[in-house]
């Protein structure tokens, strides 16, 4: 599993984060023509915990979608960048988050999906690594 967790009330990245992301990135770019002839989407939803912020700072839903926003920047900028028209991010506030100030509900989960019908060739390795890489942080 990949670790993309975050503070309470922040969405700055942890170096854990910065890592994982490093990796997804890598991975597509170590496949880059199987990537540029396939059509796929990558999903990024943000989540929060349940513990309201503090009046000045941004409600659980901004805070979200600041922390999706913050990992779709990172996966579509700088070495091994991911074309961001393939990239969507959302956040959706502590929906589903079952405790107030829970640290696995502060994450983000990074979806991919490929259509079968556009690629060939791919072997169970890089599916494994793919979905390895692209797991939803604990």
Do not use: W
């Not at 670790?3 to 910065?18: C, H, N, P, Q, R």
């Not at 074309?83 to 979806?111: A, H, L, P, Y």
């Amino acid at each position: 599993p990949t670790d993309i967790a975050f503070d309470s009330a922040k969405y700055s990245l942890t170096s854990v984060a910065e890592d994982a992301i490093a990796d997804i990135k890598r991975l597509i770019g170590d496949n880059k023509s199987l990537f540029e002839s396939a059509k796929y989407e990558i999903h990024i939803i943000g989540h929060t915990d349940k513990i309201h912020p503090a009046t000045s700072n941004p409600t659980n839903v901004e805070l979200s979608t600041n922390r999706a926003e913050k990992i779709k920047t990172e996966l579509t900028t700088g070495k091994n960048a991911i074309d961001s028209s393939n990239v969507e991010s959302t956040g959706i506030g502590s929906t589903g988050c079952t405790q107030d100030n829970n640290e696995s509900c502060r994450n983000i989960e990074i979806k991919l999906y490929v259509n079968p019908d556009s690629i060939s060739g791919l072997d169970g390795d890089f599916i494994r690594g793919m979905a390895d890489a692209m797991m939803q942080s604990k």
